[in-house]
């Protein structure tokens, strides 16, 4: 391992933010009705397998179609199926299946696993993976024969798997990777090894994470084809687009895919369901979802089967005489969740819960702002880093005309300048310079919006002027693809994001 932690320019250290999750894990109880989206995690909806009134068993498969990019859906929990119908699930169509439950928490475990997998062939190892639903997780998927991912496993050239932690909330590895998962960790790397045997395979860590980072390097000391990188834990790090420069020393085809050049990425928890389900034969039933944010009256870890309604797990932890708002994943850039009768899916990792603060501050601007997060030097917590930072959702102030202080261009972890598109796009100037100035390189981070002192929603409007660019007919292809002479999977990658 290289000892110097690695980074990017630009990018921001989010730093001792209040409500972090505590280093504990909790199993959730059994639900007694599921919601099971047939839709989730890469790829497309597969075939509904079942009808209302058929009984099933918790790792029965519910759902499938070898013949698009997509995965198996398993039940989660044993029981009936109550109705089948379609909903609007984050904004997509897809066919959700309900299951009441008998309580039982056993599962039907997938056929032909083996704990001595080293005598698999590398089609029946994939093949375990397919049927386990685990194929599904991350941003593109785990590439097997079985239409997986967009590209097949001979064409992967790298493998990232990391666990950077670079949010201001962010799911423990130390909880993830507790007790045996450290060795399951490992064997499920070296399962994607044989899958993938022409791949680097590469293992990122945050340099925060010293202990964990002993303890791998003394397991991989005879692994000469795994590298250990340390870090830093710089946010948007934990995003391909930042995973792959910073690694690989490689340009990413920005609003394409890392599995377009040829590279898989996962995270921890993917790499240890992996194992688990060649090894035990264990389906993609439940995850361990981090509850973060000072919302909730004890900030943890919890591990919960896939369709639990996010109700039965948030509400009787959020603290007495608090009207949180929760957000999914990211507290920059995931998804608001309003109706909490919405499922757990493959794809939680955090579930943030922050308390709702719309009222307007007196004199707020005269106020030391102890433990208020900032990028410049303007409240006092900038210089008292061990202070704890909390977290609402007040703005602290409304938009006012950009002052030019260049912290938006400065932050940018891809080096375009965000405060000059703004002023494009608010203006309604949109021709070839907005390609020009490189628009379509935008990661959608949010940090420049997040650092912006007049609180102007920078990418927003970077998206905006992306899309009045599309609507012109200029796209992403003319700014991209000049770049790159092979990408690989693109109409498989198209397809998989337009079924």
């Not at 704890?388 to 002052?403: L, V």
């Amino acid at each position: 391992m290289n000892d110097r932690a690695k980074t990017f320019r630009g990018g921001y250290k989010f730093i001792n933010f209040e409500g972090q999750p505590k280093d504990i894990l909790e199993e959730a109880a059994i639900p007694r009705q599921v919601a099971i989206p047939l839709r989730q995690g890469f790829g497309g909806e597969g075939n509904c397998l079942v009808e209302p009134g058929q009984k099933v068993r918790a790792g029965q498969i519910i759902s499938s179609n070898e013949d698009n990019v997509s995965s198996p859906v398993h039940a989660s929990i044993s029981g009936v199926v109550k109705e089948v119908k379609r909903v609007n699930y984050f904004k997509r169509d897809c066919l959700m299946v309900y299951i009441d439950g008998d309580g039982s928490g056993d599962y039907q475990r997938i056929a032909a696993a083996a704990s001595k997998w080293e005598a698999l062939a590398p089609e029946e190892l994939e093949k375990l993976i397919y049927l386990s639903g685990v194929s599904a997780l991350d941003r593109e998927g785990i590439p097997t024969r079985f239409h997986s991912s967009v590209i097949h496993p001979e064409e992967v050239e790298n493998i990232i798997v990391h666990g950077v932690g670079s949010e201001p909330y962010n799911i423990s590895p130390q909880v993830l990777l507790q007790g045996r998962n450290m060795l399951n960790l490992i064997e499920g790397l070296k399962i994607l090894h044989k899958i993938m045997p022409m791949a680097a395979v590469c293992l990122a860590l945050s340099s925060r994470r010293k202990k964990i980072l002993e303890e791998i390097n003394k397991l991989a000391v005879n692994l000469n084809w795994l590298e250990v990188y340390s870090l830093e834990p710089k946010y948007p790090q934990g995003y391909d687009e930042m995973l792959v420069p910073t690694i690989l020393r490689q340009r990413f085809p920005y609003g394409y895919s890392a599995a377009n050049i040829g590279t898989v990425i996962l995270n921890l928890q993917a790499v240890v369901q992996v194992y688990e389900a060649v090894a035990e034969g264990k389906p993609l039933l439940e995850r361990t979802v981090a509850l973060c944010g000072p919302a909730f009256k004890e900030p943890m870890h919890l591990k919960v089967r896939i369709g639990t309604p996010l109700k039965d797990i948030v509400a009787p932890r959020i603290r007495d005489g608090i009207i949180p708002r929760f957000v999914l994943n990211g507290l920059l850039t995931g998804w608001e969740l309003k109706d909490l009768s919405l499922p757990v899916d493959k794809v939680y990792s955090q579930i943030i819960a922050v308390p709702e603060n719309p009222e307007r501050e007196f004199l707020a601007f005269l106020r030391p702002g102890l433990r208020r997060d900032s990028y410049s030097r303007t409240f006092l917590a900038k210089c008292l880093p061990g202070v704890k930072k909390t977290c609402t959702t007040n703005k602290h102030g409304e938009e006012r005309p950009c002052i030019s202080c260049n912290y938006c261009e400065e932050a940018c972890p891809v080096g375009i300048i965000p405060h000059l598109l703004y002023k494009y796009v608010k203006g309604n100037i949109i021709d070839e310079t907005l390609m020009n100035l490189r628009i379509f390189d935008c990661i959608e981070c949010g940090l420049c919006s997040y650092v912006c002192p007049s609180k102007i929603p920078l990418a927003r409007y970077i998206k905006e002027g992306q899309e009045k660019l599309s609507i012109q007919g200029c796209d992403r292809n003319q700014c991209i693809l000049p770049y790159f002479d092979n990408l690989k999977g693109i109409e498989g990658y198209r397809g998989a994001k337009e079924l």
